[in-house]
């Protein structure tokens, strides 16, 4: 594992709530082999354990792998990830065209 580094925004710096972080240590440390056994695990409906699972995949901290069946098995790509969320906007340089 490495770490990942994430442009940050109000909504990746909330996704990254400590029941999130603790969603990817237990899956990182329990190895469930199924979506139905980090449900149990954790106690999450598993339809709310499905859309964080999707949203972690879209920031690139997890992957969805192909498991017994047709289940799918949740993997922790990064150990860490570093997030910058800029203070404010940049403008544009006076006379530039850009």
């Not at 899956?27 to 354990?49: D, K, V």
Request: with cysteine.
């Amino acid at each position: 594992m490495s770490w990942k580094s994430v442009q940050g925004s109000e909504s990746s710096s909330k996704f990254l709530s400590p029941g999130n972080c603790e969603l990817l240590r237990i899956i990182h440390e329990q190895e469930p082999g199924s979506l139905e056994e980090l449900a149990q695990i954790t106690g999450r409906a598993r339809s709310n354990l499905s859309r964080t699972l999707k949203a972690m995949v879209g920031y690139g901290l997890i992957r969805m792998e192909k498991g017994k069946g047709l289940k799918l098995v949740p993997k922790v790509v990064f150990d860490r990830v570093e997030l910058g969320v800029p203070l404010f906007e940049r403008r544009k340089a006076k006379g530039s065209r850009r």
